[in-house]
């Protein structure tokens, strides 16, 4: 396989978040799927030129999804300013890999998360950046939130492979370097819009005095309880 250009970035003259995509001939690519969680994202689909455009996106943070049969995903963060806009160039390579729906639903509920929840429950890849080449257990933003209790963290690979009963130390799988964005908190029922509740049918009872994401149909066939979380989006 040939060498796979890196998406170029350029500031933009208007607010919101702009681009193109094509292959790697640099060929527009028409009728690919972009997805933009966070504040005024949403679904799009490239036109004959390749080009998309999230002109409502404004101050925040991001996660861009690019795909269409017969090419490997691309998945970027992204964090503008105020005002601020951006523009981007994105090549992707021709795969056989399988984009599934159950993805596409996981960064449907990553934006609602980056939406309601605070900056300081996630790290995205510019801030990693930071880190080096640091395993994700070394960093001591993330391990202080999860450390305790011991052997209960569930970790969240791109929205849908779960690890459950884990500890830090199985963090150091990943390096902040091969990472695109993380998410991390000291309880699961924490997350302010109940994605994560809902996904796993964690059970949040007593946890603030009420029940909280859980429907009285679903109380029988739940045994899990909330805990520390990492939710891991993996570069692509």
């Known amino acids: 396989m040939g060498q796979v250009l890196p998406t170029v970035y350029t500031d933009a003259s208007r607010s919101g978040i702009y681009g193109t995509v094509g292959d790697t001939s640099f060929k527009p690519l028409a009728g690919v799927k972009v ?3 966070g504040k005024g994202g949403g679904d799009t689909v490239t036109d004959a030129a390749g080009r998309f455009a999230f002109p409502s996106a404004d101050e925040g943070q991001y996660l861009l999804r690019a795909f269409i049969i017969g090419y490997a995903e691309e998945r970027l963060s992204l964090e ?6 951006v523009e981007l160039a994105i090549r992707l390579h021709p795969s056989l890999e399988f984009s599934s729906r ?12 980056l939406v309601a929840n605070l900056p300081g429950d996630r790290l995205s890849a ?13 960093i001591g933003r993330i391990a202080a939130r999860v450390r305790r ?3 209960s963290l569930t970790i969240i690979v791109n929205g849908t492979f779960v690890l459950e009963k884990r500890s830090v130390r199985d963090l150091c799988s ?7 964005l993380v998410e991390f908190g000291e309880h699961l029922c ?3 819009t109940g994605s994560l509740v809902e996904m796993l049918n964690v059970w ?10 859980i429907r009285s149909s679903q109380r029988i066939r739940t045994q899990r309880q909330g805990g520390p979380f990492v939710v891991i989006w993996e570069k692509k």
């Open 35 to 37: 997805q933009l969680a």
């Open 80 to 85: 503008l300013t105020r005002r601020k806009g």
């Open 102 to 113: 159950a993805t596409e639903v996981a960064v449907h509920n990553l934006g609602r998360r």
């Open 126 to 138: 510019s801030q990693l950046n930071r880190y080096g080449s640091m395993s994700l257990c070394e």
């Open 149 to 151: 209790p011991m052997d």
């Open 174 to 180: 990943w390096q902040s370097a091969e990472v695109e």
């Open 190 to 192: 924490r997350d302010v």
């Open 204 to 213: 949040c009872q007593n946890f603030t005095g009420q029940e909280r994401g």
